[in-house]
């Protein structure tokens, strides 16, 4: 079974602080997401991970930064957490494979349990 | 650019009700992945199923199926026989081969309450 592990359920900051979330897995793969939830917005990424040392903005960066020195962890840094990031952070890993579009689009991401963050 | 619209924000069925939770999405790809993710209480988003592009074969697997139409861009989710246990927030989910999008974009998700 793959197994995403998060290391906080909860997690209460006070704004300015720096927030680091941390991400493991351990089936091996490549890729490496981190998304947000907020009501009625769905998920949303954050950045994403393809390789070691290797990171790609996604769809809401600001404010945020990763970190991927083990293929296993990836983190998330909250430089000066602010209230607008109260949030339920979502990390995921999903294989990449050599070969086609089709095969690397056609992978399911596996997914951690979350971490409910509060800024206060 | 690509977006999956989940209209119904909260659905409340009586056990043993069968319901439909839809998905509509859009991109201009022709070749693309669909995925429904199942998030319970506790969080976990749950993968379901992924169907690509080419394939628009309807999936049945137990009291779960998907009815994929390509012709109205949508990929809905019918539970048969609803139980509680069914209860959760449901994501429809869309990957394309844009390589500049590596991850899914998700829909806003579709709350699903069976009672008793």
């Known amino acids: 079974d793959v197994k995403v592990t998060q290391s906080s359920r909860y997690l209460v900051k006070r704004t300015g602080e720096k927030v680091f979330l941390e991400c493991v897995q351990d089936?091996?793969?490549?890729?490496m997401f981190w998304y947000r939830q907020d009501p009625g917005l769905g998920l949303r990424l954050i950045y994403f991970?393809?390789?070691?040392?290797?990171?790609e903005k996604g769809d809401i960066p600001e404010g945020y930064s990763v970190s991927r020195e083990k293929k296993e962890r990836f983190s998330l840094i909250l430089e000066s957490a602010s209230t607008n990031q109260t949030s339920m952070y979502l990390c995921?890993?999903?294989?990449?494979?050599?070969?086609?579009?089709?095969?690397?689009?056609?992978?399911?991401?596996?997914f951690g349990p979350g971490t409910r963050l509060t800024v206060t | 650019a690509q977006k999956v619209t989940q209209a119904q924000t909260e659905i409340s069925v009586v056990e043993k009700e069968d319901v439909t939770l839809d998905c509509v999405y859009e991109?201009?790809?022709?070749?693309?992945?669909l995925f429904w993710y199942k998030q319970p209480p506790s969080g976990e988003l749950v993968f379901l199923i992924r169907?690509?592009?080419?394939?628009?074969q309807n999936e049945i697997s137990g009291r779960y199926s998907w009815n994929f139409q390509k012709s109205t861009s949508s990929f809905n989710f019918t539970i048969t026989a609803s139980q509680v246990v069914d209860s959760a927030v449901y994501f429809c989910?869309?990957?394309?081969?844009?390589?500049?999008?590596?991850?899914?974009?998700f829909g806003s998700g579709t709350r699903l309450q069976v009672q008793p």
């Open positions: 991109t201009r790809d022709t070749t693309y992945y």
């Open positions: 089936m091996d793969h490549e890729n």
């Open positions: 989910a869309l990957r394309t081969l844009d390589t500049g999008r590596r991850a899914l974009t």
């Open positions: 991970s393809y390789d070691v040392k290797m990171k």
């Open positions: 169907r690509n592009s080419f394939d628009e």
């Open positions: 995921a890993s999903s294989l990449r494979l050599a070969g086609t579009g089709l095969v690397f689009a056609s992978y399911e991401q596996y």
